[in-house]
C-alpha cells in the first residue's frame, strides 16, 4: 500500500513538474517590453509566441497565430531593417481592459502594432494582438477627430 502511495505521489509529482504553467503577468507593459526585446533582437516567431502565450485560449487558434506570424515576418524583406517602437495610445477601457497601437518603424515605412489586454484573477493576458498598415490613416483620422472634438462638433 505504501508503494502505491509514493509512486501515486511521484507519478503526480512529475506531471506537475513537465505541465506547463501559462506565465502570471502582473503588469501588462512587461509583455509589451518583452515582446520587443525579443523582436528588436531579430527573435520574431518568438516574440509572437509569447504574446501569445499568456493565453491558453490562443493555443486553439495555430492557423491566426501562424498568419500573423509569417506576415510579420515578411515585413523585413517588404520595408527594410526594423529600425524601433514607439507606444502612440495607451487606452485604460476600465481596470480589467487595456489597448495599446504601437509605431514599429522600418526602414521603407511604419506600422501599427496593436495589444489588447485581459485581466483575469490570475493576472494580465493577451486577448488580441495584431498589426496593420495603415499608420497614415490611423493618425489622419485621430487627427481629424481631434479637430472635430475641439471644434464641439
Same mark, same amino acid.
Given at each position: 500500500?505504501?508503494?502505491? +502511495?509514493?509512486?501515486?505521489?511521484?507519478?503526480l509529482l512529475a506531471?506537475?513538474?513537465?505541465?506547463?504553467?501559462?506565465?502570471?503577468?502582473?503588469?501588462?507593459?512587461?509583455?509589451?517590453?518583452?515582446?520587443?526585446?525579443?523582436?528588436?533582437?531579430?527573435?520574431?516567431?518568438?516574440?509572437?509566441?509569447?504574446?501569445?502565450?499568456?493565453?491558453?485560449?490562443?493555443?486553439?487558434?495555430?492557423?491566426?497565430?501562424?498568419?500573423?506570424?509569417?506576415?510579420?515576418?515578411? +515585413?523585413?524583406?517588404?520595408?527594410?531593417?526594423?529600425?524601433?517602437?514607439?507606444? +502612440?495610445?495607451?487606452?485604460?477601457?476600465?481596470?480589467?481592459?487595456?489597448?495599446?497601437?504601437?509605431?514599429?518603424?522600418?526602414?521603407?515605412?511604419?506600422?501599427?502594432?496593436?495589444?489588447?489586454?485581459?485581466?483575469?484573477?490570475?493576472?494580465?493576458?493577451?486577448?488580441?494582438?495584431?498589426?496593420?498598415?495603415?499608420?497614415?490613416?490611423?493618425?489622419?483620422?485621430?487627427?481629424?477627430?481631434?479637430?472635430?472634438?475641439?471644434?464641439?462638433?
Open positions: 500500500m505504501k508503494l502505491l +502511495l509514493i509512486k501515486t505521489f511521484i507519478f506531471f506537475t513538474c513537465l505541465a506547463k504553467a501559462q506565465p502570471v503577468v502582473k503588469d501588462y507593459n512587461k509583455l509589451v517590453d518583452q515582446f520587443f526585446s525579443l523582436y528588436s533582437s531579430g527573435k520574431v516567431a518568438e516574440a509572437v509566441d509569447y504574446i501569445y502565450s499568456t493565453n491558453p485560449w490562443m493555443k486553439q487558434k495555430t492557423d491566426s497565430i501562424t498568419k500573423v506570424k509569417s506576415t510579420i515576418l515578411g +515585413l523585413s524583406a517588404m520595408a527594410g531593417e526594423y529600425q524601433e517602437y514607439k507606444i +502612440l495610445t495607451h487606452e485604460i477601457v476600465d481596470s480589467r481592459y487595456v489597448h495599446m497601437d504601437v509605431a514599429v518603424y522600418y526602414d521603407r515605412q511604419p506600422f501599427r502594432f496593436y495589444f489588447q489586454f485581459y485581466r483575469t484573477k490570475n493576472g494580465w493576458m493577451t486577448n488580441s494582438f495584431g498589426l496593420q498598415d495603415d499608420l497614415d490613416d490611423w493618425i489622419a483620422e485621430r487627427a481629424k477627430n481631434k479637430f472635430l472634438y475641439f471644434r464641439g462638433y
